[in-house]
Structure formats: C-alpha cells, structure tokens
C-alpha cells in the first residue's frame, strides 16, 4: 500500500498501522508480509552480478496488478528471472511501486476538478 499526500491542503494521518490503513480504504486485513508505509514510491531493479557498462541485455518491466485496489513490488515477480537463469539469457529486472486504491485513484467531482484522479498512474 502506498499513501502520499497531495499538494492539496489534505491533511493525512503518517504512520498508521496496516489495518488502519487497509480499513480507510476497505480492502479488509492488510496481508502482513508488506511493507505499508507512505514513502512507498520506489524502483526494484535487479541487475546481473556479471553486467558490464558494455552488456546490451533486455529490460524486463513488471508492474503488479491487483486491479488499482491492491498489490505492492515487494511481493517480487520470480518465474521471469528464474527462467532467466535457467535459460542462461540474463535480463535486467525492473519493477515499479505505485500508490493503490483511495490514495492513488481516489474518485469524485471535487478531485476531478482538483487535477488529482488517477495519481497512481502518474507515479
């Protein structure tokens, strides 16, 4: 789960427990082996031990579902890097965070005019 303030004057609670949060945005129970935490925006990248600054390797880009209501790049996509591995053909990995549910696509007239819907999408 990922909560960022907007530039809005919204003044949201830092801090709160993983099932405060999952009840703010009625998911239910916050799976308990993710990091909930409102600085979230980050990049995994898993590069090769072997890379070098001359190494022309494909880009894999893994962006987790869960429909905009749920999900998190800390539960790591693993089949595409063990295939990887398995077939000898190293690739760089590379999975985005984004802020889910009502604090990246929260809906309304009054956020529609604000500019601020779908920010999960622009993180």
């Given at each position: 789960?990922?909560?960022?303030?907007?530039?809005?004057?919204?003044?949201?609670?830092?801090?709160?427990?993983?099932?405060?949060?999952q009840?703010?945005?009625?998911?239910?129970?916050?799976?308990?082996?993710?990091?909930?935490?409102?600085?979230?925006?980050?990049?995994?990248?898993?590069?090769?031990?072997?890379?070098?600054?001359?190494?022309?390797?494909?880009?894999?880009?893994?962006?987790?579902?869960?429909?905009?209501?749920?999900?998190?790049?800390?539960?790591?996509?693993?089949?595409?890097?063990t295939?990887?591995?398995?077939?000898?053909?190293?690739?760089?990995?590379?999975?985005?965070?984004?802020?889910?549910?009502?604090?990246?696509?929260?809906?309304?007239?009054?956020?529609?005019?604000?500019?601020?819907?779908?920010?999960?999408?622009h993180?």
């Amino acid at each position: 789960m990922c909560i960022q303030q907007t530039t809005a004057p919204l003044k949201l609670p830092r801090n709160l427990p993983p099932a405060a949060v999952q009840y703010v945005v009625g998911t239910g129970t916050a799976p308990q082996d993710i990091s909930q935490d409102e600085d979230c925006l980050n990049l995994n990248v898993i590069v090769p031990a072997t890379t070098t600054a001359k190494s022309k390797l494909p880009v894999v880009v893994w962006i987790y579902g869960g429909g905009f209501v749920s999900g998190s790049n800390a539960k790591l996509e693993v089949s595409t890097r063990t295939a990887s591995i398995e077939l000898g053909n190293p690739v760089i990995y590379v999975a985005p965070n984004y802020r889910v549910n009502g604090f990246g696509f929260l809906p309304g007239k009054e956020m529609k005019e604000a500019g601020l819907t779908n920010l999960g999408l622009h993180d």
